[in-house]
């Protein structure tokens, strides 16, 4: 239950072109979902994050959308660029005083040709 | 200041050595967190301390052992570790553990290998 299920694990996008990455999950516990953006040599930096009380967050190229019934979400980066070639990594958090933290996906290696 | 820093960058010691990975963070965070990642996997899990005291060990072998000798400080001492040990050491930290909402900042790591 406490599994972040992450596809694909690797996508190539034209610059440009829309990448998207999806994420489910099964622990109805989760109430918070952030994207993380790595890139090689680098720590995890948080790139957008979304409650389940919307279904869809936007900020700049990239949005997330939230189905809660379904128990999904995902990773939408628009007009992909070159830099935007990194992993990415899907999370979820449980909202309890837990300090068990973050249930990462299994990560999406994005690689946008240019 | 919204950075964490680790120290070493890269390191390289053989099974006897003794090592000690470190973290700062002048956030005013209160939660710091040490994670394991192997290449092409996410980072795990294995300490957290909230207030300087260990709240979490996520059953990691004790020749890995944290310190957390003031709130901006993290340390990750090594002994007697083995090649698969080999990992890029993340820490990351955040506001109260508990809340839903804090964000986890991460360092850069510190990328290890054990001969």
């Known amino acids: 239950q406490q599994q972040v299920k992450q596809s694909p694990q690797s996508l190539i996008v034209q610059k440009g072109g829309i990448s998207i990455i999806n994420c489910a999950y099964e622990?109805?516990?989760?109430?918070?979902f952030p994207w993380y953006q790595q890139f090689p040599g680098k720590g995890p930096a948080l790139l957008i994050a979304?409650?389940?009380?919307?279904s869809e967050k936007k900020e700049g190229r990239f949005t997330i959308s939230f189905n809660k019934s379904a128990k999904q979400f995902s990773l939408h980066i628009m007009d992909s660029q070159p830099g935007d070639s990194a992993t990415y990594f899907c999370?979820?958090?449980?909202?309890?005083?837990?300090?068990?933290?973050?249930?990462f996906g299994s990560g999406t290696q994005l690689t946008v040709l240019p | 200041d919204t950075e964490v820093t680790q120290t070493p960058k890269h390191l390289v010691m053989g099974m006897t050595n003794k090592k000690s990975l470190k973290c700062e963070q002048h956030?005013?965070?209160?939660?710091m967190y040490w994670y394991k990642q192997k290449a092409k996997k996410p980072p795990e899990l294995m300490f957290v301390?909230?207030?300087?005291?260990?709240?979490i060990n996520e059953s990691v072998p004790s020749r890995f052992s944290p310190e957390c000798p003031n709130s901006s400080l993290l340390n990750l001492h090594l002994h007697a570790l083995q090649p698969e040990d080999s990992a890029l050491y993340l820490c990351?930290?955040?506001?109260?553990?508990?809340?839903?909402?804090?964000?986890?900042?991460f360092g850069p790591g510190t990328r290890l290998t054990v001969l």
């Open positions: 990351a930290s955040s506001h109260l553990a508990g809340s839903s909402y804090n964000e986890q900042f």
């Open positions: 979304i409650r389940p009380d919307v």
């Open positions: 956030m005013g965070h209160r939660a």
């Open positions: 999370a979820a958090k449980r909202a309890e005083g837990s300090a068990r933290q973050l249930t």
């Open positions: 622990n109805t516990a989760f109430d918070y």
């Open positions: 301390y909230s207030y300087e005291k260990l709240s």
